[in-house]
């Protein structure tokens, strides 16, 4: 069935870095444009970033800029998150989602989540 | 970056109510927006895309409308799957941005 995994996840001190993935299976991997949203504890959803279907471009959000990138890999349907300079408030759990197709870029497919803890 | 002002933060109803949730851009993002539901422990799950547009397997007495800087998200006759967190999402540019969330609590 249509399933994307995200692992990578645990705890970390600040300053250091952390690669979170997200492997998916049973649609066309490459077709799609995939985002990571974000959702520190007891708080709100928070978009992260978002790469097109061919990797072509990126966007991020100005709280993550310059620290994180994502990249994708479509040999292997799988989506990262490589996150450097982690600060304490970067500590939520991390959803990867897909872009609907003709779905005017909503996100019908998530992942069930990793946490990421930035603590000393 | 476009503010998404949702309202309320949260609320109380009985099974069997009509619950509005809104959801205000601070610009006009034309039909390009989307409402989530979600549950404690659980990924968001997308309801209602293109403002209107009801997800496959969504039940019909959830629906949304709007367009441009105003959106709602209706609920006809609550069910006790129903109680959740709700978000909206736009999706017409980047940064994209979501509303505060309101939660639907049982009264």
């Known amino acids: 069935q249509v399933q994307l995994v995200e692992s990578g996840g645990g705890v970390v001190q600040p300053g250091r870095s952390l690669r979170l993935s997200c492997a998916a299976s049973?649609?066309?991997?490459?077709?799609?444009?995939m985002h990571w949203v974000r959702q520190a504890p007891g708080k709100g959803l928070e978009w992260v970033a978002v790469?097109?279907?061919?990797?072509?471009?990126?966007n991020y959000a100005d709280s993550v800029k310059g620290r994180f990138t994502i990249s994708r890999d479509n040999s292997k349907n799988t989506l990262y998150l490589q996150m450097n300079s982690l600060r304490a408030e970067d500590t939520a759990v991390y959803y990867c989602?897909?872009?609907?197709?003709?779905?005017?870029?909503?996100?019908?497919?998530w992942g069930q989540g990793t946490m990421v803890t930035v603590s000393s | 970056a476009i503010q998404m002002t949702q309202s309320p933060s949260s609320l109380s109803a009985s099974v069997g109510d009509r619950v509005t949730i809104t959801c205000r851009a601070s610009?006009?993002?034309?039909?390009?927006l989307g409402w989530y539901q979600q549950k404690p422990g659980e990924a968001p799950k997308l309801l209602i895309y293109?403002?209107?547009n009801l997800q496959s397997g969504v039940p019909s007495r959830i629906s949304g409308s709007g367009s441009g800087t105003d959106f709602t998200l209706t609920i006809s006759g609550l069910q006790p799957e129903d109680f959740a967190t709700y978000y909206c999402?736009?999706?017409?540019?980047?940064?994209?941005?979501f509303g505060q969330g309101t939660k639907v609590e049982i009264k």
């Open positions: 989602a897909r872009v609907m197709i003709g779905g005017h870029g909503a996100f019908d497919i």
């Open positions: 049973g649609f066309i991997f490459r077709s799609f444009t």
């Open positions: 790469i097109l279907f061919d990797g072509s471009n990126e």
């Open positions: 610009q006009g993002i034309r039909s390009d």
């Open positions: 293109a403002a209107s």
């Open positions: 999402l736009q999706d017409y540019n980047y940064p994209r941005t």
